[in-house]
Every structure is written in structure tokens, then in C-alpha cells.
T-cell receptor, first 115, second 109 residues
């Protein structure tokens, strides 16, 4: 079955602009998470959605927002871009093991460069 | 705040050598996972451990979860160039994973 699809793969923006990233999860997965990956901080949790509801949110400013649609596709938006927002943004959809542990399947990411 | 510390941060070895990567935390996690990430790609799950003291083997990779569920290790036997990548541990709780910063492994032929 198809994996997690993220678009666009690469994009360049300038400071002050906004950006919207899209994620299509694995068919049947209802949970979608977003992570920011930078060389200095590693992978940091942004937010998680399940059935269009945000269940958890990381420690990021309000400029970072997301949403999930009824078909489980998700988007995240970053407004008023700053240089420090340059990063690889990873989306993951998850399934739950019988043990209760969540298993994430990541997309290839969207590489954002802010100039 | 739950934190996961991985060591070493960088590791460069020759093909055929053995290595161990460590993942430590002061917090208890309900599960711990190991991922491998290659350049330009997202992380790929290697294993999930949920029981304290659990040991899982995946070909030449051996994963261990500490008895107190606060730490884990990944041991690779007879490393090969194809093992090169960023190895990440992640602890699960409350609908999110907390990741360590990773160990960048390079296996030279």
C-alpha cells in the first residue's frame, strides 16, 4: 500500500512569508503527527491529530498551526517565516500495536529554506 | 520535560566491526522505538520494545530495553556499509514520540 506522501518536497521562502505543507497518510491511518528536524535540535514534535482533533501540541509558537481533514489528510501552516524555521518538516501517520504502542511511518519530508 | 540522550553522537568504524549505541532518559516511557534515517528520507522504524528487560534481534541488530524502561541500547554485529545512517531512539507517551538527537554511524568499506 502507498506510504505517507508529503508535498512539496522542497521549497524556498523569504522571511515574513507563510507556507503550507501537505501530508497524505497511509490509507486507514487516522492519526497524523508533524515533526520539525534541524541539525541542532533533532526531531521535535509539533502536533498530532486524530479524526480532525488535535490531541497534543509541542512547544512551538502560535505561528505554527495545523489541521486535519475528514479524509485524514493533514496540512501544517507556518506564518511570518523566520530564518530559524528552515528545517525538514516530517509528517507521520501511525497505527497502534496490540501492546498499545504507536508505530509511526514517516514521509520523506518537506525541506523548507527561509532566506 | 522528557528527554532522551543518545551516545555517541558520531561513530565511524570499519566494515566488520561491532558497535553499541546507547539511549538514556530520566523518565519512564511506555514504549521505546529505534529508527534509522538515510539522507533525504524520513526515519524508518527498526523495532519497538515495550517490556522492561526485553531483548529483540533483527538479523545483525540486537535491541535491549532497560529493566526500568528508561534506557535502551542497539548493538550491531559485523557492521556493513549498508548500515550507514542516522540512528534515532524515541520514547512514546501521550500521543507523541520524544526523539533523541541521534547517532550518525558511518561504516567504511
Amino acid at each position: 500500500k502507498a506510504g505517507v506522501t508529503q508535498t512539496p518536497r522542497y521549497l524556498i521562502k523569504t522571511r515574513g512569508q507563510q507556507v503550507t505543507l501537505s501530508c497524505s497518510p497511509i490509507s486507514g491511518h487516522r492519526s497524523v503527527s508533524w515533526y520539525q528536524q534541524t541539525p541542532g535540535q533533532g526531531l521535535q514534535f509539533l502536533f498530532e491529530y486524530f479524526s480532525e482533533t488535535q490531541r497534543n501540541k509541542g512547544n512551538f509558537p502560535g505561528r505554527f498551526s495545523g489541521r486535519q481533514f475528514s479524509n485524514s489528510r493533514s496540512e501544517m501552516n507556518v506564518s511570518t517565516l523566520e530564518l530559524g524555521d528552515s528545517a525538514l518538516y516530517l509528517c507521520a501517520s501511525s497505527s497502534t500495536l496490540s501492546s498499545g504502542a504507536n508505530v509511526l511511518t514517516f514521509g520523506a519530508g518537506s525541506r523548507l529554506t527561509v532566506l | 520535560t522528557q528527554l532522551l540522550e543518545q551516545s555517541p553522537q558520531f561513530l565511524s568504524i570499519q566494515e566488520g566491526e561491532n558497535l553499541t549505541v546507547y539511549c538514556n532518559s530520566s523518565s519512564v516511557f511506555s514504549s521505546l522505538q529505534w529508527y534509522r534515517q538515510e539522507p533525504g528520507e524520513g526515519p524508518v522504524l527498526l523495532v519497538t520494545v515495550v517490556t522492561g528487560g526485553e531483548v529483540k534481534k533483527l538479523k545483525r541488530l540486537t535491541f535491549q530495553f532497560g529493566d526500568a524502561r528508561k534506557d535502551s541500547s542497539l548493538h550491531i554485529t559485523a557492521a556493513q556499509p549498508g548500515d550507514t545512517g542516522l540512528y534515532l531512539c524515541a520514547g512514546g507517551s501521550n500521543y507523541k514520540l520524544t526523539f533523541g538527537k541521534g547517532t550518525l554511524l558511518t561504516v567504511n568499506p
